[in-house]
């Protein structure tokens, strides 16, 4: 069973950049559909952005669209998050998630993971 730990979070200005990224131990990353999610105090968990098996698919939701990146690096075995612009309202705990996959595409939802790392924190400060 692969294991997923996040690392990158921090407090950051509004307006400034972070990386975050993923790293998986115990199976390849090559077989799984990745995705981020974030949950903000007091609110439900929410998807960010996803990226299929290969990395040639990624989506982004709506508010980080244009600002966030995912990407992949299969060879490393981890996953990224480049956050971009950032605004007080991305305040919250970042999770990564993995979907084992045959076919490869990206996933949107909750639901759609079976595993997930144990989140990194960010702050953006106005």
């Known amino acids: 069973q692969v294991q997923l730990v996040e690392r990158g979070g921090g407090l950051v200005q509004a307006g400034g950049s972070l990386r975050l990224s993923c790293e998986a131990s115990?199976?390849?990353?090559?077989?799984?559909?990745m995705g981020w999610f974030r949950q903000a105090p007091g609110k439900e968990r929410e998807f960010v952005a996803a990226?299929?098996?290969?990395?040639?698919?990624?989506y982004h939701a709506g508010p980080v669209k244009g600002r966030f990146t995912i990407s992949r690096d299969n060879a490393k075995n981890t996953v990224y998050l480049q956050m971009s612009n950032l605004k007080p309202e991305d305040t919250a705990d970042y999770y990564c998630?993995?979907?084992?996959?045959?076919?490869?595409?990206?996933?949107?939802?909750?639901?759609?993971?079976?595993?997930w790392g144990q989140g990194t924190q960010v702050t953006v400060s106005s």
């Open positions: 115990g199976s390849t990353l090559t077989t799984y559909a």
């Open positions: 998630a993995g979907r084992h996959t045959v076919t490869g595409p990206y996933y949107t939802t909750e639901n759609d993971y079976t595993v």
């Open positions: 990226i299929s098996v290969a990395g040639t698919r990624t």
